[in-house]
């Protein structure tokens, strides 16, 4: 299975700064995805990231709020611009990787926890 | 449209007790379904999967789950829990080179 790592593990911001998460993977896979777990709830997918164009934001979620790069096939980042306490969250990274038969499974990284004061 | 429901918000079982945790499925076609635990202040990891054939997967730290069609259900189960599975269940659905939508999720407690 592909080991992810992300940075950072943990932050804690004041509002209206903005954070960058980085997301890095030891094999280059196809699909990157970005999730948010806000405290006590299941995981919402933020976006996918798209290697060589632009991320594909799910219903909710905006790129200027949530601004990805995917530079190369490795490595991504997610930014939360212009933070509130609303956006105190875990932030995981995730990626497809193919397996026997072409099926596919998502792994995900250990993620960043959030708090936004 | 895709969904998971995972009917239990919380179960409490006792150590050495037997466990199952439900989840159902809604989707339009042949799924491929995930279950995955999350340990306190840790991430996802992947317990087991179901893609096709044989309906009873066997996964990591002695669970399994049964993929039953009919009944559009996917339940998690472990013959004798140990303390060190007291953690967050997510059930998911997917069909490969898609983003999985997850149910709401099942804390599990372990009591001695």
């Known amino acids: 299975s592909a080991v992810i790592s992300q940075k950072p593990s943990r932050d804690i911001c004041q509002r209206g700064t903005s954070l960058t998460i980085q997301c890095q993977v030891d094999?280059?896979?196809?699909?990157m995805f970005w999730y948010r777990q806000q405290p006590g709830q299941s995981l919402t997918l933020i976006a996918t990231?798209?290697?060589?164009?632009?991320?594909?934001?799910e219903s909710g979620f905006v790129i200027d709020k949530f601004p990805i790069s995917r530079p190369n096939l490795t490595f991504s980042t997610l930014t939360v611009s212009n933070m509130s306490p609303e956006d105190s969250s875990i932030y995981l990274c995730?990626?497809?990787?193919?397996?026997?038969?072409?099926?596919?499974?998502?792994?995900f990284g250990p993620g960043t926890r959030l708090l936004v004061l | 449209a895709q969904s998971v429901t995972q009917p239990d918000i919380h179960i409490t079982v006792s150590e050495g007790a037997s466990l199952e945790l439900r989840c159902n499925y809604s989707?339009?076609?042949?799924?491929?379904l995930f279950w995955y635990v999350q340990s306190p202040g840790q991430g996802l990891q992947l317990l087991l999967k179901?893609?096709?054939?044989?309906?009873l997967v066997q996964g990591i730290k002695g669970f399994e789950a049964e993929f039953k069609r009919s009944q559009s259900s996917f339940n998690l189960r472990k013959p004798s829990v140990h303390w060190s599975d007291a953690a967050e269940y997510f059930c998911?659905?997917?069909?490969?080179?898609?983003?999985?939508?997850f149910g709401k999720g099942t804390r599990l407690s372990v009591i001695a």
């Open positions: 995730s990626v497809d990787q193919p397996g026997l038969a072409l099926q596919e499974t998502q792994y």
């Open positions: 094999s280059q896979v196809t699909m």
């Open positions: 990231a798209n290697q060589g164009s632009e991320a594909t934001y």
């Open positions: 989707y339009g076609a042949t799924p491929y």
């Open positions: 179901y893609f096709s054939g044989d309906t």
């Open positions: 998911a659905v997917g069909a490969g080179n898609t983003p999985l939508v």
